[in-house]
């Protein structure tokens, strides 16, 4: 049985900008995300993003360099953000 946060999850996933693969094994990154989407919807800032990222990544390995506050994230790095953030925007229009 399907449960909404993994339907939330699956459309996420597929609203993310053609070309873009999500990382391996990243269900429980979507099923945050799709909490996002429910939550805050087009709302959602890429500092968000980053949260739901970094709470999933502290379960694979937490000593990241990445973990730390969106604003403390050189650009680069923030930009990685993007994709995710407009495919939860994008599925907040479809929802």
Known sequence: MTTYLERDADLVR????????APDDSDDLFLMYAVLLRA??????????????SAWMIGIDPGHESIRPFADLDPETRGE???????????????
């Open 14 to 21: 597929q609203c993310l900008p053609a070309g873009v693969v």
């Open 81 to 95: 953000d993007g994709p995710y953030l407009l495919a939860i925007r994008a599925a907040a229009a479809r929802s």
């Open 40 to 53: 805050k919807g087009a709302g959602t800032e890429a500092a968000d993003v980053h949260d739901a990222w």
